[in-house]
């Protein structure tokens, strides 16, 4: 199912650019390649190249302010909406240039989704709330049932279906986190981007994202910030880790399989981070 | 800023006719008779007087209420007398007016002075410092309230009384937000219209008297907005030369008092 | 600002006196406040006293007449609604659509900064000089007369400050995770704005409005300065139609001698409290609802 997800759009774009659609035998959802970020003047990340694959779990792990939240924000192009923020280098989705002109940063973002820190559910019922991405998106078909089948997914729907009209603030912290993924996988991206979704939830709830994730690679690409260390080693499936410089300009320090990282780190500092004997 | 724009073409051609200087310090405002003269004197200091004597009402009961209720009252009352107060400040001008002509004059400033008319200057000030209250009171209560606790509780901690934090503490570190409050309140009595039209009479009269009757320069515009001015004549351009007088003086005291806020936010936010 | 530190006080002396000055202080406060609140009440009693029982139907549907207990207030009351009616018709789209301009789309740039520079302080010019303005440019500029039309341009602008101002602080209350919700499924800044933003803020935006409106249907100079009539025989039936309305046709009453007038001029007074009542109480009924719901 992965290839016939291609679509037109950014293959076109990458025979513009010269960029050959697919450059490796692994196929990779999206890739960053010496991405630089700045924030107006200050760098905040530096030359990060990573390459995420295809229905991988990725985690990204780093001490707070190293730019994990900057980099995936680049991976959709929410980067540029901050004032003054702009990107060096290059992300490709499905080998083409994200950043390319006549690439449309909208249709981009429907394609590839995001799940924030904080839940943040629209003030409107839970319906409405999984049913406005599909709208706006120019969905055909039956709305109802779009909207029961990502709930489902998204392991919500025997909690809410009898209420689905009711306002999804009334939900509780880790069901609204979970109404947040359904509405992000109600569009069905290829790549789902997950900045810290447990942060602000209990253990249970936790456990249940958790779960969900495992079962949402199988059709979906996911990247996930996360400060949980057991968390990442749980769930994903190649782990990066980000430090942050004297310059307090984020870089990649490793990027390997979570196992590796986690049991055997190449760097000194991964360790050190890891098992938390960190300054 | 179409607003200057405006005003100035509808005003220019008046000094045309009428010089700045005798505009600015004429004593004799005769718009309507065959010798017409156009000292705008008597029409300003009608203004400044019931101006200054309504904020003179507001602006010490307006600031003892904000004090009364950033430092000592309970939540519930504050929470009942703040809406209240904002009720008083919805009530539209031309109510004030009625209550100044059909209450103060005959029932406090008749029997206390025992004035001759019912249209005195005084009336008008009175009814208008109560209008006034409300906006004082929100404004300085609001300045006093973003002092920062600290400020309060190291004076505490000192030994001082409640009295003694409002007065020498909350006062004077909100001092600039509580003189923006005076000066928005004052620029609002210079440009209010419907209370000295009313109760304060209109004869124009150089005069520092408040027993008396006196026309202020929003009710000359009202007068000659009610008869029949065509466009053109020098009395409908005079409107727009007082006009713009107004407009100098109340955006003057909005940038002073603009500028009064900046510096206190700027020391605490 | 360096609060000087009272000095501790040992004698009993000075700390009795102390104590004294402090209740006596809170004493003269408290009067203060008392003052402002009774004087809301006398306010409210006197100018409704003698109205009360002059209200009536024939009140609010009789014509104005030169005999106090025939007159009515149906042509200014239908005045006031016709004028409010197209106030609200300009006002709030002008209104509404520049707060979303200046909040979410204007570049912060010097022209943004003079826009909102300009209308920080348009908030601050007395009504009469809007009327002024609106006598120059309406009645006379664009020859619409004294008409309802005219009046109700001039009240936009009189009220325009207001509502943007609070539109602003109703869509800036919305918090930004909103946006970045909806742009990362794919929405346009705009599409984000009009099904998430603008909704989420409704109940703050339209508590300005209606507030503006308040204050706009109280207005009497700005409307007497562009030369509406003060005694009107007819009901309007068209936006160029000359009018009165209720506060103008209130001051015309007081402005009347004779004692019956008076009493007119006070039930009319009512009738405009009344509705400025009505009003602020959906302004509230509003704010509680907003209140409820804000909890992201
Ligand atoms: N909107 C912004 N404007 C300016 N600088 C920013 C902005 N957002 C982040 N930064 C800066 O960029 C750097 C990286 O921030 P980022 O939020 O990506 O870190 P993070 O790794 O996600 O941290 P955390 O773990 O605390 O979420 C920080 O130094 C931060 O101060
Ligand atoms: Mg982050």
């Given at each position: 199912m992965t290839t016939v997800r291609m679509r037109p759009i950014m293959t076109r774009v990458a025979a513009k650019t010269g960029?050959?659609?697919?450059?490796?035998a692994v196929d990779y959802a999206i890739e960053a390649r010496s991405l630089r970020a700045y924030y107006g003047e200050n760098?905040?990340?530096?030359d990060v190249t990573l390459p995420m694959r295809r229905n991988y779990v990725t985690a990204i792990i780093g001490?707070?302010?190293?730019g994990k939240s900057t980099l995936v924000r680049c991976l959709n192009r929410m980067?540029?909406?901050?004032?003054g923020a702009r990107i060096e280098g290059k992300v490709l989705f499905g080998g083409a240039d994200?950043?390319?002109?006549?690439?449309d940063p909208v249709e981009l973002r429907s394609r590839i989704g995001m799940v924030f820190q904080k839940p943040n559910?629209?003030?409107?019922?839970i319906y409405a709330n999984v049913a406005f991405g599909l709208k706006i998106n120019g969905h055909k078909g039956n709305m109802a049932e779009a909207v029961e089948r990502s709930l489902r997914q998204a392991a919500l729907w025997d909690e809410v279906k009898d209420r689905?009209?009711?306002?999804?603030?009334?939900?509780?912290g880790g069901q609204q986190q979970r109404l947040c993924i359904a509405r992000a996988i109600a569009i069905e991206p290829e790549v789902v981007l997950m900045d810290?979704?447990?942060?602000?939830?209990?253990p249970i709830a936790t456990m249940a994202i958790e779960d969900l994730i495992r079962r949402l690679k199988e059709r979906y690409s996911i990247v996930i910030v996360t400060h949980n260390m057991q968390q990442a080693a749980r769930v994903s499936d190649e782990t990066a880790f980000l430090m942050v410089d004297q310059d307090r300009a984020g870089y990649l320090v490793e990027f390997d399989a979570t196992e590796r990282i986690f049991?055997?780190?190449?760097h000194e500092q991964t360790e050190a981070y890891i098992t938390g004997r960190f300054s | 800023m179409g607003i200057v724009a405006v005003l100035l073409i509808e005003a220019i051609p008046f000094f045309g006719d009428v010089s700045v200087i005798s505009f600015l310090t004429g004593t004799k405002w005769a718009?309507?008779?065959?010798d017409k003269s156009f000292g705008a004197l008597p029409l300003l200091s009608a203004t400044a007087l019931i101006a200054g004597m309504a904020l003179a009402v507001a602006f010490p009961l307006g600031l003892l209420t904000a004090i009364y209720l950033s430092e000592y009252a309970p939540d519930v009352v504050r929470s009942t007398v703040k809406p209240a107060l904002e009720v008083l400040a919805g009530i539209p001008t031309v109510v004030y007016g009625f209550f100044a002509i059909s209450f103060i004059s005959p029932n406090i400033v008749r029997p206390l002075?025992?004035?001759?008319?019912?249209?005195?200057a005084l009336a008008a000030s009175l009814a208008m410092g109560i209008m006034l209250i409300p906006m004082v009171v929100s404004l300085s209560e609001d300045a006093m309230r973003s002092v920062p606790s600290a400020l309060r509780e190291g004076a505490y901690a000192l030994g001082a009384n409640r009295f003694q934090v409002s007065v020498r503490v909350v006062v004077p570190a909100a001092l600039s937000g509580i003189v923006a409050a005076g000066l928005l309140a004052l620029a609002r009595a210079v440009g209010e219209t419907m209370i000295v039209t009313i109760a304060a009479g209109g004869v124009p009269n150089l005069s520092a008297n408040p027993l008396e009757a006196m026309q202020a320069m929003t009710a000359y515009i009202m007068e000659v907005a009610m008869g029949d001015t065509p466009r053109g004549t020098v009395e409908y351009r005079s409107i727009f030369a007082i006009g713009m007088l107004l407009f100098v003086f109340t955006l003057g005291l909005n940038l002073v008092a603009r500028g009064f806020i900046a510096k206190f936010r700027e020391v605490y936010e | 600002m360096k609060p000087s530190p009272p000095a501790l006080s040992a004698s009993r002396q000075t700390a009795f006196t102390r104590r004294w000055t402090s209740w006596a202080f809170a004493g003269v406060a408290l009067l203060a406040t008392a003052f402002g609140v009774a004087a809301l009440i006398l306010l409210l009693f006197v100018v409704m006293r003698d109205g009360i029982g002059g209200l009536s139907w024939d009140f609010l549907t009789s014509f104005p007449s030169r005999k106090p207990e025939l007159a009515g207030a149906k042509a200014a009351i239908m005045g006031t609604l016709w004028v409010m009616s197209f106030t609200a018709l300009f006002s709030i789209p002008i209104g509404v659509g520049a707060a979303i301009y200046l909040e979410?789309?204007?570049?912060?740039s010097w022209f943004t900064r003079l826009i909102e520079m300009n209308i920080s302080t348009l908030a601050?010019?007395?009504s009469v000089v809007y009327g002024l303005l609106g006598l120059a440019v309406f009645v006379f500029g664009m020859n619409l007369g004294p008409s309802i039309i005219a009046a109700a341009a001039t009240l936009t602008l009189l009220i325009l400050p207001i509502i943007i101002v609070a539109a602003r602080e109703g869509l800036r209350s919305v918090p930004y995770s909103m946006r970045e919700a909806a742009m990362a499924l794919g929405a346009t800044r705009w599409q984000a704005v009009w099904h998430q933003v603008l909704p989420a803020g409704m109940p703050a935006v339209l508590t300005g409005v209606i507030l503006a409106m308040g204050r706009a249907i109280g207005e009497t100079a700005p409307l007497i300065a562009i030369g509406?009539?003060?005694?009107?025989?007819f009901t309007p039936t068209s936006p160029t139609d000359s009018f009165t309305v209720l506060p103008i046709q209130i001051f015309s009453w007081i402005s009347r001698p004779l004692r019956g007038f008076q009493e007119n001029a006070s039930a009319g007074i009512v009738v405009l409290l009344i509705v400025l009542l009505l009003l602020n109480s959906v302004a509230v009924a509003l704010r509680h609802v907003y209140a409820r719901r804000r909890r992201w």
């Open positions: 960029e050959p659609a697919q450059e490796t760098l905040a990340l530096k001490p707070s302010g190293c980067h540029e909406l901050v004032p994200i950043n390319a002109a006549g690439v559910p629209f003030p409107k019922s689905l009209n009711s306002p999804a603030l009334s939900l509780s810290e979704p447990c942060s602000a939830l209990d049991t055997n780190p190449s | 718009p309507l008779f065959a002075f025992d004035s001759e008319t019912i249209f005195t | 979410e789309f204007a570049p912060k601050g010019v007395p509406a009539f003060t005694s009107v025989f």
